[in-house]
């Protein structure tokens, strides 16, 4: 004899309870105390000087060191530009040079008239020699201070002239130095803008890098959660797994925001839109997981 099982109404609904029982425990316990998206810094590389785009190694998705040089603007202009000044001081210093020897030959014109007007002296107190003969050694005298000191005079306007080329030289330096692309930062090259030999001017961006070894996630919670967080804790991110499950990470508070703000429009309803939360940063440790831009949330610890 054949069993008939009756399903009554009441049957029916007590069913659906029990089977909804494990979801809603499951729900409670996944229940996130905020959310956010993982951010970094990121740097768009610019072009410091005018010119053809000579290389650019670097391709998106690459990692790159920083400092190291990964490319350069043609250098021709400023180049030539280096030779010529360097050519002017050269020639500057062969007149120092030649000014230096002239008073060289003065001094030692001087020290011998000195010695011609200490002997003439004598004589004139002796009464062996004239008046005019001692007025005419100290006037030599004075004639040789007077070229000494317009030698010493040409000698510091080509100082100044010197000084106003090294300055123009440093400018040129400075301007080959740009022509050398380089990173600030290590990180992974996230878009490229240009190819070699297009023309590139001060300004244009050439590339974008961001570190993705350490992302930040930021998420915004209510006053009444302040107490649940400082700086420096140490809590659970959560990510989204293959097949729809969840992964968690380690993660540790960086910054907590001072003042309150509106709850930002792209992550909330328009309900919550109008609370007033905090933001909050939490630095994530990126084994390639994180992407920018990509959703999280996060448990606090229980204090």
Known sequence: MKSILIHTPMTVLIFLILLLMPSACRNNNNKADAYGNFETDEVIVSAQAQGILEFLNVAEGSTIEKDLVIGKIDTSVPAIKMTQLQAQNQVINARLHNLDAQLKVQEEQRTNLLREVDR????????????QQFDDITGRLKVLDSQTEAISSQRNIIHGEQSVLKAQLSEVKNQLEKC???????????????????????????????DLDEMELKVYISGSQLSSVEIGDSLDVIIDGPDETLQKLKGRVTWIASQVEFTPKIIQTRDERIN????????????????????????????
């Open 180 to 210: 050398r692309i380089s990173s600030p930062l290590k990180g992974t090259v996230l878009e490229k803008y240009v190819e070699p030999g297009e023309l590139v001017t001060p300004g244009k961006g050439l590339f974008k890098v961001a």
């Open 120 to 131: 003439m002296e004598k004589l004139l107190r002796e009464n062996a020699a004239t008046q």
């Open 276 to 303: 007033m939360v905090y933001a909050v940063k939490i630095s994530v440790n990126n084994d390639g997981r994180l992407k920018i831009g990509m959703p999280g949330e996060v448990v606090f610890g229980k204090k």
